[in-house]
């Protein structure tokens, strides 16, 4: 990858983080709450609404993810993964917990999000019930480096941990989790003339996660009684946001709730009559343009209402209504559309009708699909758009989404995202992955003739076997770009890593042997990962049009291990702290991460041989805060040395 290329992929991953960071920056400083009068009784139960979102009823049977399939090699048999992941929940007398939610997410606690990470189904997620123990278990779920578990009672604060790595088999034997009472939060909703709002919705939102239009995962919703009167019940502790709507009225977004086990906070909030704003989105030519998303966002309010946003109908109408009085910044975007810079007056005041926003159409790329070798054109396919950065250099993904096409003369077109150079990709089932030849965008001015030529591609086939020459069945074979590395910034990237290469993943059969077939023509790198062995890579590998590369036989090895236990300054064993073991030189890119047990201990397996630090942290180190886990972290660290097929103890002390 050439330096100006990845030059410009870092300044757009800081953009992305800083994005990130400038979004939670923007909240209230924290708010003095003052105590509720009566701390022995949290809410008059004749007046007192419901105090969390019910637990919903869960099926207790297991909910799995579904079967991983191999690719090219026995991908008549679904894998089926051998492993299990149990643990209890008590609360802080050591009692077992029953009725208790758990559920896997990928959502992992305390980690930064990329705003093009992807984000999970809630409603998709493996979720079950402890029992009368208070154990629950998971059976054949897809292994992960680590989920986040999140555990929901009415009775007790939410938690959230994270998971000890799930492999292909085993048991995984989290440490126990303990559910504690939350801090309490209540309240009246008013009007500006004193009157009580009945019926009002509140939402606690967590500050921990991005907010682009979904509802954060560990949001807790309650509403209003007859009387106005609402209340939070057994809130986790960190910062919140609190959100309160009704009918008639502005919504409000109040931020700088800082709470603290189970501390007892009062907190009125008054509502103003709604006002709205309403127009129209048209395009240079008075056009309607139908949904398109506005989005309103308040300047300047003490209690202003979050980002509202509402789609344009059919005319290119939108209203938004539920504003707080004041000044809005408002604009539009629609995927093929851009805002005219210069003729919209953004900033509007509510109760304001009438509002035009002009925008233009975005260039046209139009084209054909085609068999390569034949000329006939390809009827089912995907195209999307790629960056072009010169001759002999990678190309990047213009989206992480392909445009799904079904055309009987193979025709398409794309809506561009602006002035740039950029080439089609397009694939189809049979084919590899192939470009067309690179093309320039003017704004606003269409493109048309553009021809991908599908080709059937190239392959690479080989053998894995473990350090005595034996098959490893069920490995998994992963092709990527030959620069490619898996850390944190690539990760970071995404689907927009910069690559011409096709990224294949197939399992090896009984023998061991693999076939990643479809391959457009470029010079790979094989990833391949299985339990009980180290991850390996094979760089180097040319694939051309119609050949087979023969990888040979690829040695797996074993790695060593590094086991030991984290000890408070005290000297007491940390059940669920986070064990971190990252390689300082001499290694490819290592990060590895388990939980303790419930006695303190912890065991990191099959990790490469050299030098290593190895650090701990203490479980749900304030509620995920980055600058404590870094004081945790520093504290215990410990240099370390892993040889091929030993055992390295090293126990870990926290400081205070």
Same mark, same amino acid.
């Given at each position: 990858?050439?330096?100006?290329?990845?030059? +410009?992929?870092?300044?757009?991953? +800081?953009? @992305?983080?800083?994005?990130?960071?400038?979004?939670?920056?923007?909240?209230?400083?924290?708010?003095?709450?003052?105590?509720?009068?009566?701390?022995?009784?949290?809410?008059?139960?004749?007046?007192?609404?419901?105090?969390?979102?019910?637990?919903?009823?869960?099926?207790?049977?297991?909910?799995?993810?579904?079967?991983?399939?191999?690719?090219?090699?026995?991908?008549?048999?679904?894998?089926?993964?051998?492993?299990?992941?149990?643990?209890?929940?008590?609360?802080?007398?050591?009692?077992?917990?029953?009725?208790?939610?758990?559920?896997?997410?990928?959502?992992?606690?305390?980690?930064?999000?990329?705003?093009?990470?992807?984000?999970?189904?809630?409603?998709?997620?493996?979720?079950?019930?402890?029992?009368?123990?208070?154990?629950?278990?998971?059976?054949?779920?897809?292994?992960?480096?680590?989920?986040?578990?999140?555990?929901?009672?009415?009775?007790?604060?939410?938690?959230?941990?994270?998971?000890?790595?799930?492999?292909?088999?085993?048991?995984?034997?989290?440490?126990?989790?303990?559910?504690?009472?939350?801090?309490?939060?209540?309240?009246?909703?008013?009007?500006?003339?004193?009157?009580?709002?009945?019926?009002?919705?509140?939402?606690?939102?967590?500050?921990?996660?991005?907010?682009?239009?979904?509802?954060?995962?560990?949001?807790?919703?309650?509403?209003?009684?007859?009387?106005?009167?609402? @209340?939070?019940?057994?809130?986790?502790?960190?910062?919140?946001?609190?959100?309160?709507?009704?009918?008639?009225?502005?919504?409000?977004?109040?931020?700088?709730?800082?709470?603290?086990?189970?501390?007892?906070?009062?907190?009125?909030?008054?509502?103003? +009559?709604?006002?709205?704003?309403?127009?129209?989105?048209?395009?240079?030519?008075?056009?309607?343009?139908?949904?398109?998303?506005?989005?309103?966002?308040?300047?300047?309010?003490?209690?202003?209402?979050?980002?509202?946003?509402?789609?344009?109908?059919?005319?290119?109408?939108?209203?938004?209504?539920?504003?707080?009085?004041?000044?809005?910044?408002?604009? @539009?975007?629609?995927?093929?559309?851009?805002?005219?810079?210069?003729?919209?007056?953004?900033?509007?005041?509510?109760?304001?009708?009438?509002?035009?926003?002009?925008?233009?159409?975005?260039?046209?790329?139009?084209?054909?699909?085609?068999?390569?070798?034949?000329?006939?054109?390809?009827?089912?396919?995907?195209?999307?758009?790629?960056?072009?950065?010169?001759?002999?250099?990678?190309?990047?993904?213009?989206?992480?989404?392909?445009?799904?096409?079904?055309?009987?003369?193979?025709?398409?077109?794309?809506?561009?995202?602006?002035?740039?150079?950029?080439?089609?990709?397009?694939?189809?089932?049979?084919?590899?992955?192939?470009?067309?030849?690179?093309?320039?965008?003017?704004?606003?001015?269409?493109?048309?003739?553009?021809?991908?030529?599908?080709?059937?591609?190239?392959?690479?086939?080989?053998?894995?076997?473990?350090?005595?020459?034996?098959?490893?069945?069920?490995?998994?074979?992963?092709?990527?770009?030959?620069?490619?590395?898996?850390?944190?910034?690539?990760?970071?990237?995404?689907?927009?890593?910069?690559?011409?290469?096709?990224?294949?993943?197939?399992?090896?059969?009984?023998?061991?042997?693999?076939?990643?077939?479809?391959?457009?023509?470029?010079?790979?790198?094989?990833?391949?990962?299985?339990?009980?062995?180290?991850?390996?890579?094979?760089?180097?590998?040319?694939?051309?049009?119609?050949?087979?590369?023969?990888?040979?036989?690829?040695?797996?090895?074993?790695?060593?291990?590094?086991?030991?236990?984290?000890?408070?300054?005290?000297?007491?064993?940390?059940?669920?702290?986070? +064990?971190?073991?990252?390689?300082?030189?001499?290694?490819?890119?290592?990060?590895?991460?388990?939980?303790?047990?419930?006695?303190?201990?912890?065991?990191?397996?099959?990790?490469?041989?050299?030098?290593?630090?190895?650090?701990?942290?203490?479980?749900?180190?304030?509620?995920?805060?980055?600058?404590?886990?870094?004081?945790?972290?520093?504290?215990?660290?410990?240099?370390?040395?892993?040889?091929?097929?030993?055992?390295?103890?090293?126990?870990?002390?926290?400081?205070?």
């Amino acid at each position: 990858m050439k330096p100006a290329l990845v030059l +410009i992929l870092v300044l757009a991953a +800081i953009g @992305a983080l800083f994005f990130t960071l400038s979004r939670k920056s923007d909240k209230p400083q924290p708010v003095e709450l003052p105590p509720i009068s009566s701390p022995e009784t949290p809410t008059d139960p004749k007046t007192a609404t419901n105090l969390t979102q019910p637990v919903k009823a869960v099926d207790r049977t297991v909910q799995n993810t579904k079967p991983v399939t191999p690719g090219a090699v026995g991908q008549a048999n679904p894998i089926h993964f051998d492993n299990k992941v149990t643990g209890l929940i008590k609360n802080d007398k050591n009692e077992p917990i029953s009725g208790a939610e758990v559920t896997l997410t990928k959502f992992q606690t305390g980690e930064l999000m990329f705003l093009n990470d992807p984000r999970p189904d809630p409603l998709s997620e493996p979720r079950v019930l402890s029992d009368s123990d208070g154990r629950y278990t998971f059976l054949g779920i897809e292994p992960r480096t680590t989920y986040g578990i999140i555990v929901t009672h009415p009775n007790y604060a939410q938690a959230r941990e994270n998971s000890m790595p799930i492999g292909e088999s085993g048991t995984v034997e989290q440490a126990p989790i303990i559910l504690t009472s939350g801090g309490t939060l209540s309240g009246y909703v008013s009007d500006e003339a004193g009157n009580r709002i009945t019926d009002a919705t509140l939402h606690l939102d967590g500050e921990n996660y991005l907010q682009i239009g979904d509802a954060p995962p560990d949001r807790l919703t309650t509403t209003t009684n007859k009387e106005g009167w609402y @209340a939070f019940a057994n809130v986790p502790s960190g910062p919140r946001t609190v959100g309160v709507s009704a009918p008639g009225y502005g919504k409000i977004q109040v931020g700088g709730f800082v709470f603290n086990k189970q501390e007892m906070y009062a907190r009125d909030f008054t509502l103003k +009559i709604s006002e709205m704003i309403s127009g129209r989105v048209i395009g240079s030519n008075n056009e309607p343009v139908p949904d398109a998303n506005v989005i309103a966002v308040a300047v300047s309010h003490a209690q202003q209402s979050g980002p509202m946003q509402v789609k344009t109908n059919a005319k290119g109408e939108f209203l938004m209504e539920n504003l707080v009085p004041g000044d809005y910044n408002v604009i @539009a975007n629609c995927a093929g559309w851009r805002m005219v810079q210069g003729r919209n007056n953004t900033r509007i005041k509510s109760n304001t009708a009438n509002v035009v926003i002009e925008m233009m159409k975005e260039a046209s790329v139009c084209g054909v699909v085609i068999d390569g070798g034949t000329g006939a054109p390809v009827t089912n396919f995907a195209v999307r758009l790629r960056f072009w950065y010169g001759e002999g250099n990678p190309t990047a993904a213009h989206s992480a989404e392909l445009m799904q096409v079904t055309n009987d003369k193979g025709e398409f077109c794309i809506q561009s995202s602006g002035p740039s150079d950029y080439v089609v990709e397009a694939s189809a089932p049979g084919f590899a992955p192939s470009l067309s030849p690179n093309f320039t965008v003017q704004l606003g001015q269409p493109v048309n003739g553009i021809v991908v030529k599908l080709g059937r591609g190239g392959s690479i086939t080989g053998r894995v076997v473990d350090p005595d020459g034996k098959p490893v069945a069920r490995a998994r074979v992963m092709t990527q770009d030959n620069t490619w590395t898996d850390d944190e910034f690539t990760r970071a990237i995404g689907p927009q890593f910069p690559t011409n290469a096709t990224t294949v993943e197939v399992r090896t059969d009984d023998a061991g042997r693999f076939v990643c077939s479809g391959l457009n023509p470029e010079i790979y790198q094989l990833v391949i990962t299985a339990d009980g062995f180290t991850p390996f890579n094979r760089t180097g590998l040319r694939v051309t049009e119609g050949g087979v590369m023969q990888a040979g036989d690829l040695k797996m090895l074993r790695g060593g291990s590094v086991r030991g236990t984290l000890f408070d300054a005290s000297g007491k064993p940390v059940s669920g702290g986070t +064990i971190r073991l990252r390689a300082i030189d001499g290694i490819q890119y290592v990060n590895m991460a388990t939980k303790t047990g419930g006695d303190g201990k912890f065991v990191l397996s099959n990790a490469p041989a050299g030098r290593y630090q190895l650090s701990g942290m203490r479980a749900n180190r304030a509620a995920g805060n980055p600058f404590e886990e870094l004081i945790d972290s520093n504290g215990s660290q410990m240099n370390v040395i892993v040889a091929e097929g030993d055992v390295t103890t090293q126990d870990l002390r926290l400081q205070d």
